[in-house]
């Protein structure tokens, strides 16, 4: 089976919005969101060339794909790339948020060799 290596900004990003969902929603809505993180990885693990390749004017991000989750949660876009050995999950963004700047911040630089 492919790797799916999640970074921990992208970690952050999860966790983040299923608390969120959480406190809107209920623990089930939360978990939920969970679940539909792992369906994902596992589709993109599969088909990488699946998502869009971003973009953006930093150089550091031109291998950088772009895919949405599933309903209801599809105003997440995840930012990853594909690696030797599987698939690298950079960030899960929603939507309406200032992507470039997200991707960048906090000394984001690269992605792993593909």
């Not at 993109?44 to 309903?71: C, H, K, M, S």
């Not at 790339?81 to 929603?94: C, E, K, S, Y």
Request: net charge negative; proline share 4%; hydrophobic share 45%.
């Amino acid at each position: 089976m492919t790797k799916v290596s999640v970074l921990p900004l992208a970690d952050f990003d999860i966790a983040e919005a299923a608390e969120a969902y959480v406190e809107q929603a209920g623990l089930a809505l939360g978990l939920e969101f969970f679940a539909a993180c792992e369906r994902t990885w596992l589709t993109l693990a599969q088909q990488p060339e699946l998502g869009r390749i971003t973009r953006f004017a930093a150089p550091q991000l031109n291998t950088v794909r772009r895919w949405q989750l599933e309903a209801p949660f599809e105003v997440y876009q995840v930012f990853y790339a594909a690696t030797n050995d599987g698939l690298q999950v950079i960030r899960v963004l929603h939507g309406a948020r200032d992507s470039l700047g997200r991707l960048v911040e906090r000394g984001y630089g690269s992605v792993a060799s593909g």
